[in-house]
């Protein structure tokens, strides 16, 4: 096989690996807009994680707050820092009112993603960030009661050879843990912020 041979079926399957990396983007995305708009009643947020200062966190922990939450992974190249970024300006437009807003960032990707590894990211973004993560097994239980789709993907020129595919929706719930709302990636954190103001 010639030299350009190779090049060209090495770029067939790389334009293969990003079809279906989009796609599984847009199916999980579809999954959290059907939680959205279906007649079911409303989910609850049920986690048991330890946070990125190494304390375990529940939901029961923000009882009387709202909870702005976005599942992701430190290694994420696009999605995750755009994400905690609208999030830092929401909870800036937010001004007094961000007390009674508090960011969490979930990690899916618990095997790189200790509580030093988010000591050491969410704080980029914002301080008010609290960032969870836990074993497999904890992540997996959690995913379970979010409309969440995450799945590892094998990619060698990623770090340590895999990245994570992910639903990309910030989700929203309100005083009592109950799903109020959720916003598509790419929402710009002056209609995040417009949405929050007519609820807190």
Not at 32 to 41: G, I, L, V
Not at 72 to 99: Q, R, Y
Not at 151 to 169: F, Q, W
């Amino acid at each position: 096989m010639s030299l350009a041979s190779a090049r060209k079926i090495l770029w067939v399957l790389v334009a293969i690996a990003a079809l279906v990396f989009g796609w599984l983007l847009l199916w999980s995305d579809y999954r959290a807009d059907r939680a959205q708009t279906e007649t079911d009643p409303a989910f609850v947020a049920e986690f048991e994680l330890t946070d990125h200062q190494g304390i375990v966190r529940t939901e029961d922990d923000f009882a009387g707050r709202w909870m702005l939450v976005f599942f992701g992974f430190t290694n994420c190249p696009d999605v995750c820092p755009t994400t905690l970024a609208e999030v830092s300006a929401v909870m800036d437009g937010l001004g007094e009112d961000a007390e009674r807003v508090q960011p969490i960032f979930i990690s899916i990707d618990p095997e790189r993603d200790t509580p030093k590894a988010l000591a050491e990211y969410v704080p980029l973004f914002d301080a008010s960030i609290i960032g969870l993560t836990g074993t497999p097994e904890q992540i997996a239980k959690t995913s379970e009661t979010f409309p969440i789709f995450f799945e590892r993907i094998e990619e060698a020129g990623a770090p340590d050879g895999y990245t994570m595919s992910h639903t990309s929706h910030l989700f929203l719930f309100d005083t009592e843990a109950g799903f109020a709302d959720s916003w598509a990636y790419g929402t710009p954190a002056e209609e995040i912020l417009a949405d929050l103001g007519e609820r807190i």
